[in-house]
């Protein structure tokens, strides 16, 4: 089955402790990417990805840092926590590099909890 | 860089009747896609239409764009309570930090919709 797999699904970690949160495609899309989803700000972009190791800002970049040494894989990293990161996040393919001209196939979210 | 804003925030209606639901934006564009959350759930693509397209259907999905009213609006006809969800526009931007940049998608907050049985 086609899919975006998301571990763990739910986190709750203490301020500092880094932590990652896997992402995995299985559809080999070129194109990755991370989003954070927080009540009344709606989906805001962090990291991107275009192919292997081509790796750009969101629009809310600061805080993370992201890996893509495999096509299938696209690891968000949290090297330092803190509260203001505590949030829903989403991965997300799609084919081609662009990002913005094919649908997006999204993982069903990791709920972090920074404490 | 949110430039897709959907207008009902909230909405509920009763099942059978039709929701339309509207997305404005602030820049030209590409294309736009229409994207359905349940509760707590990964968002699904449901249609993408390329801006030189005036009307998409998908099922009991229809879709029109309105580039120079910069508006797209997603009908949902006949809905059930299944239809209970978010819907999200997203629309296509020229990211530029340096050099020529590249496109990438923004979304907006989203519409709630509730189908009531």
């Known amino acids: 089955e086609a899919q975006v797999t998301q571990n763990p699904r739910y986190l709750i970690t203490v301020t500092g402790k880094k932590l990652t949160v896997t992402c995995s495609q299985n559809?080999?899309?070129?194109?990755m990417s991370w989003y954070r989803q927080d009540p009344g700000l709606g989906l805001r972009q962090i990291y991107y990805s275009m192919n292997v190791e081509v790796t750009d800002k969101g629009d809310v970049p600061e805080g993370y840092k992201v890996s893509r040494k495999e096509k299938r894989n696209f690891p968000l990293i949290l090297e330092s926590p803190s509260p203001n990161q505590t949030s829903l996040y989403f991965c997300?393919?799609?084919?081609?590099?662009?990002?913005?001209?094919?649908?997006?196939?999204f993982g069903d979210g990791t709920r972090l909890s920074i404490l | 860089s949110q430039q897709g804003e959907e207008d009902p925030q909230a909405l509920s209606i009763q099942e059978g009747e039709n929701a339309t639901m509207n997305c404005s934006y602030k820049?030209?564009?590409?294309?736009l896609q229409w994207y359905r959350q349940n509760s707590g759930r990964g968002l699904v693509h449901l249609i993408l239409?390329?801006?030189?397209?005036r009307e998409k259907h998908s099922g009991r999905l229809r879709v029109t764009l309105d580039t120079s009213k910069k508006s797209s609006s997603l009908l949902i006809t006949a809905s059930r309570a299944a239809d209970t969800a978010s819907y999200f526009c997203a629309t296509d931007y020229l990211k530029k930090y340096s050099g020529a940049g590249s496109y990438q998608l923004t979304f907006g907050k989203g519409t709630k919709l509730s189908v009531i049985p």
């Open positions: 559809m080999n899309h070129e194109y």
């Open positions: 239409i390329r801006s030189n397209e």
């Open positions: 820049t030209s564009i590409n294309n």
């Open positions: 997300a393919s799609s084919l081609g590099t662009g990002g913005h001209n094919q649908p997006q196939h």
